[in-house]
């Protein structure tokens, strides 16, 4: 085999790894985007060769692995999926180490996919120093991993990658003839570059991954030809994860601020992404009785309606009437006083507890009754003025419920005040 096709058959061997694994750092210096971590002086820099037991937690993308890889050093690398591997094939790899190589790192992948038995599984390993643990999750670790485990691992966050971050590390893949693209001469159009940067939301990975295909099927890639590669992006959405609280707790506190515009645009993140729409029906009603309340009364029927509406139309335009329920909530009058008046009447329950019903509000079916004065005194409202109490004589005076200033509240106690 002469010089040309032995080039040629090295470049064939490299191109059948992917160009997001050719382009992985091999140094920490050269990783993008996690500068409050690695750099001179930074945490995880100082920890180089010799990590403690520790919690990578970010978005996909970002560099969990590499870092990983980079932290062990010297050391030996061992890889493991929480996806893949359960408590059996953990104990075998952490048996082989402890015989063969105490100072190894056991990196677990996707740890908060094990659950509490399997993750109780890692304690006595790292209680005895047998093993050192670097895990990663996409997954906030205080809900996704158990409490002793955190204690004995140090979490560091990672970030996404930001649109400038993104730019550089797309165009070191483009440049570099080595590992990257740059022998294929690719060229990339600006709003293409744009389009590319957006579409990845931040995860290298796919960024890197998604411009490997457009350069497979073009030379010049274009916004229209990338477009044709991607006909839509999928939203990053875990409807059981710490993305989706994060939003829907984005879309409550925006209808609660009377950002109709916020409103609206979380609602369209979680619906587009795949979200229940039934869940999101749900929420609006709720926040229609918890935070609009009398402010403007008509708000709960109208939340309802969106939600049924939703049931009758469907998938493809459900959207509609949940929309409208949104910005209608969003732009109407706040009042929680009702929900706030049920607040107030519990805390004064569980500090008073059962206290007796006046007598003359209580119910008279019996002669026995009537005679030990039940009802006696009761002032029907309809023909009189009521003057007796309606609370419990120890309770006589409390107010549990606070009247706002706001919407159809004001009207309502200013018509009662005439």
Not at 62 to 86: C, E, M, P, Y
Not at 91 to 97: A, E, G, T
Not at 125 to 152: M, V
Not at 161 to 171: A, H, P, S, V, Y
């Amino acid at each position: 085999m002469d010089l040309f096709a032995k080039s040629q058959e090295k470049a064939k061997q490299r191109e059948d790894i992917p160009l997001a694994e050719r382009m992985r750092p091999k140094v920490l210096a050269d990783v993008i985007g996690q500068e409050h971590l690695v750099g001179e002086g930074k945490p995880l820099s100082r920890l180089l060769n010799n990590p403690p037991s520790l919690i990578l937690w970010g978005p996909p993308g970002v560099g969990k692995t590499t870092i990983a890889r980079l932290l062990a050093g010297d050391r030996n690398f061992v890889q493991i999926s929480a996806v893949l591997d359960g408590v059996a094939e953990l104990r075998k790899v952490i048996d082989r180490l402890r015989m063969e190589d105490r100072r190894a790192v056991l990196f677990v992948d996707e740890i908060h996919r094990w659950n509490k038995a399997q993750q109780d599984s890692l304690l006595p390993y790292l209680e005895d120093g047998s093993i050192t643990l670097i895990g990663a999750t996409t997954e906030n670790p205080s809900f996704s991993l158990i409490a002793p485990l955190l204690s004995r691992c140090k979490v560091f966050v990672l970030r996404s990658i930001d649109t400038e971050k993104m730019r550089k590390l797309i165009e070191r893949a483009l440049f570099d003839r080595e590992k990257g693209l740059g022998a294929n001469f690719i060229k990339i159009s600006d709003d293409a570059m744009e389009f590319l940067i957006a579409d990845a939301s931040g995860d290298a990975r796919r960024a890197l991954n998604t411009l490997e295909i457009a350069a497979q099927l073009h030379h010049e890639i274009t916004l229209d030809n990338l477009q044709e590669v991607f006909q839509k992006r999928t939203l990053r959405h875990d409807k059981k994860g710490e993305q989706h609280y994060d939003l829907i707790s984005a879309f409550i506190k925006s209808m609660r601020g009377s950002d109709a515009d916020a409103a609206v645009y979380y609602l369209a993140r979680m619906y587009e992404a795949g979200e229940d729409p039934r869940f999101l029906a749900r929420r609006m009603v709720i926040f229609a009785a918890e935070d609009v309340g009398l402010g403007d009364p008509r708000a709960l029927p109208l939340a309802v309606a969106a939600a049924e509406a939703y049931d009758r139309i469907g998938q493809a335009e459900g959207w509609i009437p949940l929309s409208e329920a949104a910005i209608y909530l969003a732009l109407a009058p706040k009042s929680n006083s009702t929900y706030m008046a049920y607040k107030n009447a519990v805390a004064e329950v569980e500090t008073s507890g059962d206290l007796p019903v006046p007598l003359h509000l209580r119910n008279a079916p019996t002669t026995l009754m009537k005679n030990l004065g039940y009802g006696k005194g009761y002032e029907y409202a309809h023909n009189q003025q009521v003057t007796h109490a309606h609370l419990p004589d120890e309770l006589v005076g409390k107010h549990f419920f606070q009247a706002g200033h706001r919407g159809f509240e004001k009207l309502l106690f200013e018509k009662k005040d005439k």
